[in-house]
């Protein structure tokens, strides 16, 4: 089985990498020459172009910033559904609109292409542990072809439905993420505020009825957990950018279903805020600056 995989960043790199240590045969390729390179040395395949990777592949993998990134890969006359074989299967892991997915599945129909939206949750921590968790929307058969890669890439793969319904899931949780993590913060800095220690004060919530995934695995406070980025200056991770990204596509589902979400459409608010103040490249958690006093920060 030949695989295309095509962006290389901070997700797609070791997602990448994970297949080729489980001796999938991978021709990686990036528009970045560096994300190219710190993956050749890794000992991937890298091709000269998009195109040349996925010319002869039978599944192309996809893990790219936004729709029209995917679109502008996939659709057009110069774009991958014009080289890609017939019976290929074609497997997007990037977080995009859900009519974007589904008129990229309409597409490879007509072409003789299988694909699935497959967007994950896990961050770059799941990518790189293999761990990740898969949402797919898609066929049920053309999910069983995925499978064996996606179980290389992931520890959990969920079908949600027909094409797009991986994407309208995946907003749903990130929504609910981005909320989650601003009251987790509110939390911190008012408890911090009033002389406690977040340690101490995490560990309460932890084990009582304000836990979840934030205060688990992610705090976003520096120096309560190690290995998060709040104790690596927010580097890496899931940058403040991606999370208006997913935000902003929730909120233009809402309007387009006419669905009811005040508290996601202040956490857009929130994390626009965070953005235009210079913290986009961020990992998503520091918006607990927004919440400390200055002398906290």
Request: proline share 4%; with cysteine.
């Amino acid at each position: 089985m030949k695989i295309a995989f095509i962006g290389l960043g901070n997700m797609g790199a070791p997602m990448a990498l994970n297949l080729h240590k489980a001796g999938f045969s991978i021709s990686g390729y990036d528009i970045s020459s560096a994300s190219c390179e710190a993956l050749r040395a890794q000992g991937v395949p890298i091709a000269d172009s998009a195109g040349a990777a996925a010319t002869d592949a039978d599944v192309v993998i996809s893990m790219l910033p936004a729709s029209q990134h995917v679109e502008q890969l996939y659709l057009g006359e110069t774009g991958l559904l014009q080289v890609m074989k017939q019976g290929a299967l074609l497997i997007d892991c990037s977080t995009i609109a859900a009519e974007t997915s589904r008129k990229l599945a309409q597409a490879a129909e007509a072409r003789g292409i299988s694909a699935i939206d497959a967007p994950v949750s896990g961050g770059t921590g799941g990518a790189i542990a293999g761990t990740l968790t898969f949402i797919v929307g898609g066929k049920a058969a053309d999910l069983e072809r995925a499978r064996p890669l996606l179980e290389k890439m992931g520890a959990n793969i969920f079908h949600a439905g027909d094409a797009g319904a991986g994407q309208t899931a995946k907003i749903c949780n990130n929504m609910l993420l981005g909320i989650l993590m601003i009251g987790t913060s509110e939390a911190i800095a008012l408890g911090v505020a009033n002389g406690l220690d977040p340690k101490v004060l995490s560990e309460i919530m932890r084990r009582s009825s304000g836990g979840n995934w934030a205060l688990e695995k992610y705090n976003p406070l520096p120096g309560v957990m190690e290995n998060v980025p709040a104790s690596k200056n927010y580097a890496g991770g899931f940058g403040v950018d991606l999370m208006l990204k997913d935000l902003g596509l929730a909120q233009e589902n809402v309007r387009a279903v006419k669905a009811v979400t005040p508290l996601g459409a202040l956490a857009h608010a929130l994390y626009s805020a965070h953005s235009q103040a210079g913290n986009g490249a961020l990992d998503f958690s520091s918006i607990i600056r927004l919440m400390q006093r200055p002398e906290n920060t």
